[in-house]
């Protein structure tokens, strides 16, 4: 059973910087694209930053300059740095990750059950 766990979340002051991190385990044979993605209170979920296999990486308008993706698949761990939080940044975020399991010839896209970040000004 492939399952996503993500960790980091907290609570900082504007400004400041948190580390979440996306860690994939179960059977798997390999990970493909894998995306944040965050859900504020009384808004719709929405994409922050993308990283594919090959590293090439994406992102949201309002977090570029200030996120960076990044990936270890020999850790099976996808991690999401954040500088120069804003109140703004305040969401639950949701890793996401296409995964082919072992020994399944089909991909699958997981959710991990969301780290809550809160940033206060």
């Known amino acids: 059973q492939v399952q996503l766990v993500e960790s980091g979340g907290g609570l900082v002051q504007a400004g400041g910087s948190l580390r979440l991190s996306c860690a994939a385990s179960g059977n798997i044979f390999r990970i493909n694209d894998v995306g944040w993605y965050r859900q504020a209170p009384g808004k719709q979920r929405e994409l922050v930053a993308t990283i594919t296999s090959g590293g090439t990486t994406n992102y949201a308008d309002s977090v570029k300059g200030r996120f960076t993706v990044s990936r270890d698949d020999a850790k099976k761990s996808v991690y999401l740095q954040m500088n120069s939080l804003k109140p703004e940044d305040t969401a639950v975020y949701y890793c996401?990750?296409?995964?082919?399991?072992?020994?399944?010839?089909?991909?699958?896209?997981?959710w991990g059950q969301g780290t809550q970040v809160t940033v206060s000004s």
């Open positions: 996401n990750a296409n995964i082919r399991p072992a020994p399944i010839p089909w991909d699958y896209d997981y």
